[in-house]
């Protein structure tokens, strides 16, 4: 079988592949393996999955050093997967490869939205740049972005770059983020914005950036609640240096070109529990499913699809027995996986990751309605719903077996009583 | 949401989910400490930067202390993961090792060969 992508979610598939007995052949693009996790430099990795705080490098070094039998392609771009599953990539090396295999497992992460993708008003000016792109800058090549820094967006590599920053000897002037409340996980926010003493800005935006050849200020602007920025109450910060934290986007050319169904919600493929798409044999994992937190949870899921995805090469086809939808409804954005696969489910039990579409601070019950019936199927209360902060289900096979009853699942929040 | 109290010299602690979250809003509140990790020059290396970490938390306060001691280093390749980078930084005798290998850019093939060797 085939990993698209070496980064975590392809790793941990690789690996779990080989062990179930798969051959396989790991691709990547980049000339090293781990994805983006060499430039993660600061901990907190690892404390899902090895009960130690790793830092990107070191949680990836791991993964790396028990690969084991996997013939591993560097520098090497997949650029079509033909159906019956031939894969064709080309590199300097090989030249133009074409892989035949069994099963496939997507791994190919996700990209940072940019400057264009925001439509931010002003000129062109240098000095503008993903959060991403200033964290490769100074942890693999040693150079510094700017001398005086705003950030956009309360994502976490945007809170991470400005701690990183701010210990090189930058001037961090402020992180703005537009949405009323965190965008990313709240540890960063006490470890890396208060530690430094870096202001957050909530409910602001930038609407402008100044400079000619290079950035020399932002004009922001307080936004209402339905986030209109408000022009006459806007103001104008110097900096030289605008790093962009406003999301990620699942990487999808390959899996649309091979004709799987994409969630709108998640903006990757539909996947069933297995971690199998709707194109049979063809198995997703990681953030090019759905954007996750942590990348413990990204590996975990890997583990998943790459042992199913190795039961599929080693003589399995799709699985037979009832698939169960489940649809995001009441204040839940997304819901991963959108299938569960209900023999299994009744035997192992489910793991549903869900995204909430409400910000709320106090506690709320979270839901799966059967949808014909409006009849509440199973539930879990949760302290709080933050967007920012990635819900871990896990449904035991007795709470399970009540789900059968259904056709379709709705998954809801109440908030509440 | 971890809610700390302080009354007369002491700490009361509520809202805590395990006992981790105990020892963690004590420490945070009586000495709060990081895991510091930083880049560090490599002479003669396939990469110009090798990232490192402190192999333990240090004390927050003396992060800035550390960060120019490390500023003032720099380390010839190959560099290998793990690497002790310094003994001790800021007096708290933890010691600062390397978190990626960063192989040497004449000897690549050789340290390549050590590397599958063991």
Redo the contacts between chains.
């Keep these: 079988m085939v990993v698209i992508g070496g980064g975590p979610a392809g790793l941990a598939a690789a690996h779990a592949a080989t062990e179930a007995g798969a051959r396989v052949t790991l691709l990547d693009r980049h000339p090293e393996l781990g994805g983006v996790l060499?430039q993660c430099?600061?901990?907190g990795f690892g404390l899902k999955l090895y009960k130690e705080?790793l830092?990107g490098?070191?949680y990836?070094?791991r993964w790396i050093a028990q690969l084991g039998e996997v013939q591993v392609f560097v520098e090497t771009m997949v650029f079509a997967i033909e159906p019956g599953l031939r894969v064709w990539a080309s590199s300097a090396e090989q030249g133009v490869l074409a892989i035949d295999c069994r099963a496939l497992v997507l791994a190919m992460g996700c990209r940072e939205r940019t400057r264009g993708m925001l439509g931010i008003a002003g000129t062109r000016p240098a000095g503008i740049m993903t959060a991403g792109t200033a964290q490769r800058l100074?942890?693999?090549?040693?150079l510094m972005p700017g001398k005086r820094v705003a950030i956009l967006g309360s994502g976490d590599i945007g809170m991470i770059m400005a701690r990183r920053l701010a210990?090189?000897g930058a001037q961090v002037v402020g992180v703005f983020e537009i949405m009323p409340y965190l965008c990313g996980l709240r540890r960063n926010y006490v470890?890396c914005l208060l530690?430094c003493g870096i202001p957050l800005h909530l409910s602001h935006t930038v609407i402008r950036v100044n400079g000619a050849k290079r950035l020399s200020s932002i004009t922001v602007a307080p936004v209402d609640e339905r986030l209109r920025p408000q022009a006459a109450r806007a103001f104008e910060v110097e900096a030289d240096t605008l790093l962009l934290s406003v999301g990620l986007i699942p990487e999808n050319e390959l899996t649309l070109a091979i004709g799987a169904e994409l969630d709108p919600a998640t903006r990757g493929p539909v996947v069933t529990s297995r971690m199998e798409t709707s194109v049979p044999g063809v198995f997703a994992a990681g953030n090019v499913v759905h954007v996750h937190d942590l990348a413990d949870d990204v590996s975990i899921a890997g583990q998943t699809a790459g042992q199913w995805a190795a039961a599929y090469a080693c003589g399995g086809s799709s699985p037979g027995g009832k698939r169960l939808r489940i649809r995001p409804d009441a204040n839940v954005r997304a819901v991963v996986p959108q299938l569960l696969v209900l023999p299994d489910v009744l035997e192992q039990g489910a793991s549903l990751l869900l995204r909430a579409g409400c910000h709320h601070e106090g506690p709320c019950s979270l839901e799966l309605v059967d949808a014909e019936k409006e009849q509440v199927l199973a539930s879990k209360e949760l302290p709080y719903a933050r967007p920012a902060e990635m819900i871990h289900w896990w449904i035991p096979p007795r709470a399970a077996r009540h789900l059968d009853r259904a056709s379709q699942l709705l998954a809801r929040i109440r908030v509440g009583r | 949401m971890l809610k700390v109290r302080t009354a007369a010299g002491r700490l009361a602690v509520e809202g805590n989910a395990c006992r981790r979250g105990l020892s963690y809003a004590q420490e945070e509140v009586l000495n709060p400490r990081r895991v510091l990790t930083t880049t560090v020059p490599v002479v003669g290396g396939k990469r110009p930067v090798v990232p490192v970490r402190s192999v333990a938390p240090i004390p927050k306060e003396s992060i800035p202390q550390a960060l120019s001691e490390l500023r003032q280093l720099f380390v010839r390749a190959p560099v290998k993961v793990h690497q002790v980078i310094a003994q001790s930084v800021a007096g708290t005798g933890i010691a600062v090792v390397a978190t990626w290998p960063v192989l040497a850019i004449e000897a690549e093939e050789e340290v390549q060969r050590e590397k599958e060797a063991g």
């Design positions: 060499p430099i600061h901990p705080e830092t490098p070191e990836a070094w100074v942890n693999i090549y040693g210990w090189e470890q530690d």
